[in-house]
């Protein structure tokens, strides 16, 4: 296996983890924004 290769495949389930957690911390602002209202 080329390093490049190597490289590629571990960058794969990094990229993966950081694009769940940006879109759960989306989420995650969505509903607090969505439950202030309800908490005042």
């Keep these: 296996m080329s390093p490049i290769t ?5 960058s794969l389930p990094l990229n993966t983890l950081r694009m769940q ?3 759960l ?3 995650l602002l969505l509903f607090s ?3 202030s209202p ?3």
Excluded at 6 to 10: A, I, P, Q, R, V
């Design 33 to 35: 924004g969505l439950l």
């Design 6 to 10: 190597t490289e590629w495949t571990l």
């Design 21 to 23: 957690r940006s879109s």
């Design 38 to 40: 309800l908490q005042d």
């Design 25 to 27: 911390l989306s989420l």
